[in-house]
């Protein structure tokens, strides 16, 4: 009896466990969002997650100007795509990325690292950037929450007042 109980405490728990953890990302205060996209042959996935402005000032303030920033909240965000691909002007091969930016009043720097599965930015590695390039922001319609979206040949990263273009082909 006493390993009955036992036995069905144990499955309880890891019930519990899994689902605690399972809703962790759907209750989260900047919730996971994913953009898809298709240029040319090459498919390309970014998955983020979307911390709104809430009020706050975000660029020079929340998001520093000159700090390397996950570019967007909780882990860092990933960029994937299936084929080679030019962004920036740059050669990308096909693989998953951390995207990552360092943003800045006038330029950005928009990097994409190999180590792709990280938390943040805290343990960024610059000897690991397959790609690193300078982007100019533009001023945007008022986006509450951090969204990426793609036309064409551009990938928009729009947050608060504040839209990031990367040319991708």
Do not use: C
């Amino acid at each position: 009896m006493k390993l009955k109980l036992l036995a069905l405490s144990i499955l309880a728990a890891f019930t519990f466990n899994s689902n605690a953890q399972h809703g962790d990302k759907q209750k989260r205060q900047s919730p996971p969002a994913t953009m898809e996209h298709k240029i040319g042959d090459a498919s390309i996935t970014i998955n983020y997650s979307q911390p709104s402005v809430k009020g706050r000032e975000i660029f020079g303030e929340l998001v520093p100007y000159g700090k390397v920033w996950r570019t967007g909240a909780n882990e860092a965000t990933t960029f994937t795509t299936d084929k080679d691909i030019t962004i920036g002007g740059q050669k990308l091969a096909a693989g998953t990325y951390a995207l990552l930016t360092i943003p800045g009043k006038d330029e950005w720097t928009v990097i994409l690292n190999t180590e792709a599965k990280q938390w943040g930015a805290y343990k960024y590695d610059e000897e690991k950037d397959a790609v690193r390039f300078t982007v100019k922001p533009v001023s945007h319609d008022m986006t509450e929450a951090m969204t990426f979206s793609a036309k064409k040949n551009t990938i928009y990263l729009d947050w608060a007042e504040t839209r990031v273009p990367m040319a991708v082909k």
